[in-house]
T-cell receptor, first 114, second 112 residues
């Protein structure tokens, strides 16, 4: 069964450093998403991406965040200057069409900022 | 309350019993999905119910949707210890935004 893959599974970084979280969505999917989940809290929407541009972003997704689909298969989330409060599980998801279908989620990247 | 709130927040049952979790939401939806999350792991899609559907079944799972009450329930029958996880509902709304809005989750513990 096709799946969304995320790397790395766990990343530890120093405060102020840049991190790039990587995702490989399911190959024939068109819409891509990043979500995050702070430990013990709900899953929060960060950004959606379609046709090589951001279609929607949340208030969380400020100038420190950016997304890119550099090569037609990978989908990346970059955090420019990490803060302690960026520590969370980050999930990538993809869907074949925008609404009406299930979103397939990756296993997540646990980001720890120290 | 927020779009997508589950209750109870935590549920502890014996193996073999049924578990029922509820999700309430505020705005009109296109569909509602239930996900399972084992501790510290990824989100596993369980079932999707569209706004024009009232009930769906998948194996030991039964989902109902009442759009007049803006609520959904997830029933897991004959629970197993392996069902121990957090369960989230996620909605897509009709407001022109296509993001999935997650609820606060129910932590289910099935005791062997």
């Amino acid at each position: 069964e096709p799946e969304v893959t995320q790397t790395p599974s766990h990343q530890v970084t120093q405060m102020g450093q840049e991190v790039i979280l990587r995702c490989v969505p399911i190959s024939n999917h068109l819409y891509f998403y990043w979500y995050r989940q702070i430990l013990g809290q709900k899953v929060e929407f960060l950004v959606s991406f379609y046709n090589n541009e951001i279609s929607e972003k949340s208030e969380i997704f400020d100038d420190q965040f950016s997304v890119e689909r550099p090569d037609g298969s990978n989908f990346t989330l970059k955090i420019r200057s990490t803060k302690l409060e960026d520590s969370a599980m980050y999930f990538c998801a993809s869907t074949p069409i925008e609404v009406g279908t299930e979103a397939f989620f990756g296993q997540g990247t646990r980001l720890t900022v120290v | 309350s927020q779009q997508g709130e589950e209750d109870p927040q935590a549920l502890s049952i014996q193996e073999g019993e049924n578990a029922t979790m509820n999700c309430s939401y505020k705005t009109s939806i296109n569909n509602l999905q239930w996900y399972r999350q084992n501790s510290g792991r990824g989100l596993v899609h369980l079932i999707l119910i569209r706004s024009n559907e009232r009930e769906k079944h998948s194996g030991r799972l039964r989902v109902t949707l009442d759009t007049s009450k803006k609520s959904s329930s997830l029933l897991i029958t004959a629970s197993r210890a392996a069902d121990t996880a957090s369960y989230f509902c996620a909605t897509t709304t009709t407001s022109g935004t296509y993001k999935y809005i997650f609820g606060t989750g129910t932590r289910l513990k099935v005791l062997a």
